[in-house]
């Protein structure tokens, strides 16, 4: 497996079932992301695509909350100490920053399960929403405050926000900003379960250890078909059906899955 290093902001480990914790740490700013911890993320998904050891990723907040969001006032206050940006640089910085983490987590042959307490604002929502099953405590906090500050949203809040809720309702949480808790957010789709705060941390590892104890190549390959399917038309996308099927079905855990139904017993998959 490979090794993984903690940076400020971001608390790194691995377990011995192969699940990949992340952990937002910086709970006096309410975990807000920051230049450090978003590039800590990014490099710690890119090594978990290649991973073979890993079978499961876990992101959860420290303390009472998940992510507030990116530390813009942090980075515009060390902005006043140094020079002051070129006209661009947010457009050169995001396809590195929020552009690639978000992409990072809809493509990574991993299941991403993320636990939601207190806040979830600006990118912290998007990472919950980008996330295969989102754990939220049911007075967890969510808001897209993008317009509420004068700019416009990012992180592909436009992209990804209507195909789960709908346009109308994406409009309303874009544009007029309304804030909503985590029984509403499990209500449209956002997360995956809605459980008292005291229950989230319990509930989202026990749905890691059921994930990391799955199939690992055919759950990759299932996430993978759902992310493109609103991109293909039927017939090409029962093609890569196919495809993934032909994959899946030369895998160790195929023959496992095939030999204890046999065997009418309970698999032992071993993310082979």
């Not at 995001?94 to 493509?107: C, G, K, S």
Request: negative net charge; aromatic residues 6%.
């Amino acid at each position: 497996m490979t090794r993984y290093a903690s940076v400020p902001g971001l608390d790194v480990e691995t377990d011995d079932a192969g699940v990949l914790r992340l952990v937002l740490d910086s709970p006096g700013r309410r975990n807000a992301l920051d230049d450090t911890s978003m590039e800590g993320l990014i490099r710690t998904l890119e090594a978990a695509s290649t991973d073979d050891g890993l079978r499961a990723v876990l992101l959860t907040g420290a303390g009472d909350d998940f992510c507030s969001g990116f530390d813009i006032v942090g980075r515009n206050r060390r902005g006043e100490e140094a020079s002051k940006p070129r006209t661009g640089s947010i457009q050169r910085r995001m396809p590195v920053q929020a552009n690639r983490l978000i992409p990072l987590l809809l493509e990574l042959q991993l299941p991403v399960v993320c636990a939601v307490r207190g806040w979830a604002v600006g990118i912290g929502a998007q990472l919950a929403l980008a996330s295969d099953f989102t754990v939220a405590a049911e007075d967890a906090v969510f808001w897209y405050p993008f317009l509420r500050r004068g700019f416009t949203p990012d992180s592909g809040s436009t992209w990804l926000l209507p195909r789960v809720v709908g346009v109308a309702k994406a409009r309303e949480l874009l544009m007029l900003d309304r804030k909503f808790n985590g029984v509403e957010a499990a209500e449209w789709g956002i997360a995956h379960r809605a459980v008292p705060s005291g229950e989230v941390a319990g509930t989202a590892e026990e749905l890691a250890a059921r994930l990391a104890a799955g199939p690992t190549a055919a759950l990759g390959l299932t996430k993978s078909l759902l992310a493109s399917a609103p991109d293909h038309d039927l017939r090409r996308h029962l093609g890569e059906e196919a495809y993934a099927m032909e994959l899946s079905s030369r895998s160790p855990d195929f023959r496992e899955g095939m030999k204890a139904f046999a065997e009418r017993r309970a698999p032992q998959f071993k993310g082979l």
